[in-house]
């Protein structure tokens, strides 16, 4: 089946720097892109929704400036954690839809800021 | 977006079935119903979906009520490794609804002893 692949699958950080996530599709063109985040015991909650070669649409509450999006290519896009804080120590995934509608989770990258 | 209500755990006995139910009495009549499972520490996978007949595939079976406005997951015989959170969700075909993107509720834990 499809592949999609999240890099790092852990990271630690200081507070204050700035962490990239990475998720590719491995095997297929992944025309929109979504970005969830997951604190322990709790549900997935959607970020922001990306399509190749246009800007993020961001959901209620999520700040697009905290939270940077690129999705450059059909098997890219970044998360871009910037000026990285304890409380935004999660789990985060991506998914790739492709061109029939199919969905496809990355296994996830857990972030920990110090 | 049409809501889903499922317990929030449930326990099963190695090799016996397990039903997990999910209700969702305002579905639309172009919701399609998913289900995903989500391991420990791990992105969500698929599991199965179906819009009006009941559906089986090599996971599990999908059980759908006349109505539509509940269904039942059913998994023939828990495995240890079942245990997961199980995710019932509403999606609307994927060009109308902004790509098709999942909203996750809180889903049912599935323990399962040996």
């Known amino acids: 089946g499809a592949v999609v692949s999240q890099h790092p699958s852990r990271v630690i950080c200081k507070s204050g720097t700035s962490v990239k996530i990475e998720c590719r599709s491995l095997d297929f063109q992944a025309t929109t892109m979504f970005w969830y985040r997951q604190f322990p015991k709790q549900s997935l909650m959607l970020m922001a929704t990306?399509?190749?070669?246009?800007?993020?649409?961001?959901e209620q509450g999520v700040e697009k400036d905290k939270f940077l999006i690129n999705h450059a290519s059909l098997t890219l896009s970044t998360l871009t954690v910037t000026s990285a804080h304890p409380e935004d120590s999660s789990f985060y995934i991506c998914?790739?839809?492709?061109?029939?509608?199919?969905?496809?989770f990355g296994e996830g990258s857990r972030l920990t800021v110090l | 977006d049409a809501k889903t209500t499922q317990p929030n755990s449930m326990e099963s006995n190695e090799e016996e079935p397990v039903h997990l139910p999910c209700n969702h009495s305002t579905i639309s009549g172009t919701d399609y119903i998913h289900w995903y499972r989500q391991l420990p520490s791990q992105g969500p996978e698929y599991v199965i979906h179906?819009?009006?007949s009941n559906v089986n595939n090599r996971m599990a079976s999908l059980a759908i009520a006349e109505d539509r406005k509940s269904s039942t997951l059913i998994l023939h015989r828990a495995t240890l490794r079942d245990a997961a959170v199980y995710y019932c969700?509403?999606?609307?075909?994927?060009?109308?609804?902004?790509?098709?993107?999942?909203?996750f509720g809180q889903g049912t834990e599935l323990s399962v002893k040996p």
């Open positions: 998914s790739a839809r492709d061109r029939t509608g199919e969905l496809f």
């Open positions: 990306s399509n190749e070669g246009s800007k993020a649409t961001y």
């Open positions: 179906g819009l009006t």
């Open positions: 969700i509403l999606r609307d075909p994927w060009f109308r609804n902004q790509g098709g993107k999942l909203i």
